[in-house]
């Protein structure tokens, strides 16, 4: 059974930092692009950052760029993001989220993805 695990998440002040992990277990995501997706109460998901499954190629949402950073290690089955530099408007509930289907590129849309977690909240105060 696959299971994705995130941890990290918490309540910051704004200008703080947080480190978000996802474990992945029940397959190996070595060859499958992952990624990070935020929702918000009221809002859809919304995609913030992904990798392909070299590592080579990484994306973000511009309302991120510059302040976040993923990125995984494959020998562990495990993807992170570094948030810096954090707005109150980043506050949400985040999902790692792993693809199952090689590509040559990174998906940015939740349906693309296979297989989530079970969200981890932010909750950046002002």
């Known amino acids: 059974q696959v299971q994705l695990v995130e941890s990290g998440g918490g309540l910051v002040q704004a200008g703080g930092s947080l480190r978000l992990s996802c474990a992945a277990s029940?397959?190996?995501?070595?060859?499958?692009?992952m990624g990070w997706f935020r929702q918000a109460p009221g809002k859809e998901r919304e995609f913030v950052a992904g990798?392909?499954?070299?590592?080579?190629?990484?994306y973000y949402a511009d309302s991120v760029k510059g302040r976040f950073t993923i990125s995984r290690d494959n020998a562990k089955n495990t993807v992170s993001l570094q948030m810096n530099s954090l707005k109150p408007e980043d506050t949400a509930v985040y999902y790692c989220?792993?693809?199952?289907?090689?590509?040559?590129?990174?998906?940015?849309?939740?349906?693309?993805?296979?297989?989530w977690g079970q969200g981890t909240q932010v909750t950046v105060s002002s």
């Open positions: 990798i392909r499954w070299s590592g080579g190629s990484r």
């Open positions: 989220a792993a693809d199952s289907v090689w590509r040559v590129g990174v998906p940015t849309r939740p349906r693309e993805y296979a297989y």
């Open positions: 029940g397959r190996t995501f070595s060859s499958y692009a």
